[in-house]
């Protein structure tokens, strides 16, 4: 079971991601993950991708690829995986399809979790942080006892800057212009599966348990 979870910053699919790799018991793995693992234990990919990093520069598409498809040929992705956040652009997706196919293998599913971006940019323009103690709140599912006011702490809860609604649409444009080609690749190669992103967290799950079959 070979998947790749698709969707916009915010529509939940970290969340599923995770909750399918526990269903299943497969590894969720997520291209954050492998840097800080690769570089935490020195490893040669990680060495490389770090010098990126420590320059503020993306990682490139091979390099990226490289480590993502080092960390599948461990004997816990045996029974299959899932990718959360990797890949991002065609050249990744191609780059993954050709390494696979070396082992023999291919991706079974690509599982698009679909929201409206004004959907999102609700979502996101909702939530609140404590300036003091961090904890986080949203307007409208999990709102403060006193407005503007953390119940743990009692300082004051914040809109953060990258949950404003320009910079939330800024970072869903470019989502689309990098991710929309990736979704037509899939469906092209018929693996492609949507589910609706906007309702409840357990509702989606189901609705990916299904695509999946228990
Ligand atoms: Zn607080």
Same mark, same amino acid.
């Given at each position: 079971?070979?998947?790749? %979870? ?25 291209? *954050?993950?492998? #840097? ?16 990126? %990093? ?26 299959? #995986?899932? @990718?959360? *956040? #990797? =890949? ?8 993954? +399809?050709?390494?696979?196919?070396? %082992? ?6 690509? /599982? ?6 004004? &959907? /999102?940019?609700?979502? %996101? ?6 300036? &003091? ?9 999990? =709102? ?36 929309? =080609? @990736? ?12 589910? &609706? *992103?906007?309702? =409840?967290?357990?509702?989606? #799950?189901? +609705? /990916?348990?299904? /695509?999946?079959?228990?």
């Amino acid at each position: 079971m070979k998947i790749i %979870m698709l969707g916009a910053p915010g529509a939940g699919k970290g969340t599923q991601a995770k909750q399918i790799a526990e269903k299943y018991s497969i590894p969720h793995i997520s291209t *954050g993950d492998i #840097f800080r693992a690769n570089i935490k234990n020195g490893t040669e990919l990680g060495k490389k991708a770090k010098t990126y %990093m420590d320059q503020g520069l993306l990682v490139p598409d091979e390099l990226t690829c490289d480590l993502v498809v080092d960390r599948i040929k461990q004997d816990d992705c045996k029974k299959g #995986f899932i @990718l959360d *956040g #990797f =890949p991002r652009t065609i050249p990744q997706a191609e780059a993954l +399809d050709a390494a696979l196919s070396k %082992m023999g293998e291919k991706m079974d599913y690509a /599982i698009d979790v679909d929201v409206p971006d004004e &959907n /999102i940019v609700r979502r %996101m323009g909702g939530r609140r942080v404590c300036l &003091n103690c961090g904890a986080t709140y949203h307007i409208v599912s999990i =709102p403060t006892k006193v407005e503007g006011i953390c119940d743990k702490c009692g300082s004051e809860v914040v809109l953060r800057d990258d949950d404003k609604p320009e910079t939330v649409q800024k970072r869903l444009s470019v989502y689309h212009e990098q991710t929309q =080609p @990736l979704i037509d690749y899939y469906n092209r190669q018929g693996i492609l599966k949507t589910v &609706n *992103g906007t309702r =409840p967290l357990e509702e989606v #799950f189901a +609705d /990916i348990v299904t /695509i999946l079959g228990a």
